[in-house]
């Protein structure tokens, strides 16, 4: 089981694509059915759809695995009673088919066998390999990550005091939960060659007019490098490197082992984390007291929505009311 891509909706599609293609360094993929996709320099067919929308959403988080690897979440998931989609081809890059299942707060995950990867491309510092993981908030930190390991048959690698952390291979995490006042997208997370690639996409965003709100730094949890951004469509990006691979040892970690002294929130200490500018948000408006990932990007249910998945329509139909 992998991680394997995000499904973004967005007001102005044709600019977020913009974005990731010249500053944020993705490859363009294709279009289909009015979806923009684009990839990274691993074998991986697309880490990033985007569709054009009213509102801007996440429609789901995209995992691939073998066909045993799904039949066997789906009989979990059925027994736990999650809202489940009918089994469908998907009309993408990489083709395959799948279906999706819905979490205890609305976060929605699609799980697809690929018919094909792509050619793994030149290892470039100024391009993001793939997605490596995606943070979501949550309402209930426990009963979500609960479901992830119980029902997604994922793993948990750590738990600080507000955060825990679940991996599906040796990748530290593919997903975590933030503890929060709503279940919305919290940032995506791009993993990089090396130090210098992060520090590379640093210049290059300081270049587009974006700043950091939060690094260069290491974290804790994952020991990864880190640098994150907020997009000019509103959703937090991250760029990562060294991420921790770990083992069927990895000792689960407790919120006692993540404790920083006073004024340190990561392992270098060199920058602080700018609350001031994620609450103004991309544009300098507020967001209501929330940072605009949050006030943006929610994750858009659809199980209680009967009918609204059809296999004869586009992917995205199924979000339309």
């Not at 279009?31 to 996709?37: C, Q």
């Not at 009963?143 to 029902?151: G, L, N, P, Q, S």
């Not at 291979?169 to 995506?188: G, P």
Request: aromatic share 10%; with cysteine.
């Amino acid at each position: 089981m992998k991680l394997r891509s995000i499904e973004l909706e967005v007001p102005d599609r044709e600019s977020a694509v913009r974005f990731f293609r010249d500053t944020w360094g993705l490859l363009e993929a294709g279009e289909r059915n009015g979806v923009s996709y684009l990839r990274g320099t691993e074998d991986i067919p697309y880490v990033v759809s985007v569709a054009q929308a009213s509102e801007p959403a996440v429609a789901a988080i995209t995992f691939s695995g073998s066909k045993a690897e799904l039949a066997r979440i789906r009989r979990r998931a059925a027994a736990a009673g999650a809202p489940l989609s009918p089994l469908s081809g998907f009309d993408e890059p990489g083709g395959g088919s799948g279906y999706l299942v819905q979490g205890p707060e609305g976060h929605v995950f699609r799980f697809v066998t690929e018919r094909k990867r792509v050619k793994k491309l030149r290892p470039d510092r100024d391009r993001p390999l793939q997605v490596t993981h995606v943070v979501l908030n949550a309402r209930d930190r426990e009963a979500c990550t609960r479901f992830a390991v119980e029902v997604l048959g994922f793993r948990l690698s750590d738990r600080t005091g507000f955060m825990n952390f679940v991996r599906c291979d040796r990748v530290h995490h593919a997903i975590a939960y933030a503890q929060s006042d709503n279940s919305m997208l919290n940032h995506i997370a791009f993993e990089m060659t090396d130090i210098d690639a992060v520090m590379r996409g640093i210049g290059r965003m300081r270049d587009a007019g974006i700043a950091t709100f939060w690094g260069p730094g290491r974290h804790g949890p994952g020991n990864n490098v880190f640098a994150y951004f907020v997009a000019p469509f509103g959703a937090a990006v991250e760029y990562t490197s060294e991420v921790q691979r770990v083992g069927s040892s990895y000792r689960t970690g407790k919120s006692e082992d993540w404790k920083w002294p006073p004024n340190r929130n990561d392992h270098w200490g060199v920058s602080a984390r700018n609350a001031d500018a994620i609450s103004r948000g991309p544009s300098g408006t507020s967001a209501s007291g929330r940072s605009p990932p949050d006030a943006l990007f929610p994750l858009k249910a659809w199980g209680s929505r009967p009918g609204a998945w059809s296999p004869a329509t586009t992917r995205r139909a199924r979000w339309s009311s």
